[in-house]
């Protein structure tokens, strides 16, 4: 028999810093046009302004991911805690023990 062990509290923090990354990924967009009013050459602001226009499409896709990926570490905790209660309820129903449904999720297969 193997075990598995999921840490839902480690899987809920590295959803949570996704998102904050995705926040201050979303947030970049504006400063990179900021900068090209700032360069001192025409030619080279407007470089800068069709590289910043260009990378919002890659930016806002790659944020699209990154919210998928968030969401997915939520569901696979959100999933396994629940199997975990499941599992924990079957048991005390085959042993007879007491409801232990307050203690953290942990999995152990």
Do not use: Y
């Not at 025409?42 to 910043?52: H, I, N, S």
């Not at 570490?73 to 599992?87: I, K």
Request: aromatic share 4%.
């Amino acid at each position: 028999m193997s075990d598995l062990a999921v840490e839902g509290d480690a899987l809920h923090d590295v959803a949570r810093t996704v998102r904050a990354v995705v926040a201050d990924f979303r947030l970049a967009g504006s400063q990179a046009h900021d900068a090209a009013q700032h360069v001192g050459h025409p030619g080279l602001a407007q470089r800068v302004t069709a590289f910043a226009d260009q990378w919002d499409i890659h930016r806002e896709r790659t944020s699209q991911l990154l919210e998928r990926l968030a969401d997915a570490l939520d569901a696979v905790n959100d999933t396994f805690a629940d199997l975990d209660r499941e599992a924990a309820t079957a048991l005390r129903g085959a042993s007879g023990e007491p409801d232990a449904s307050a203690r953290k999720p942990r999995l152990t297969l």
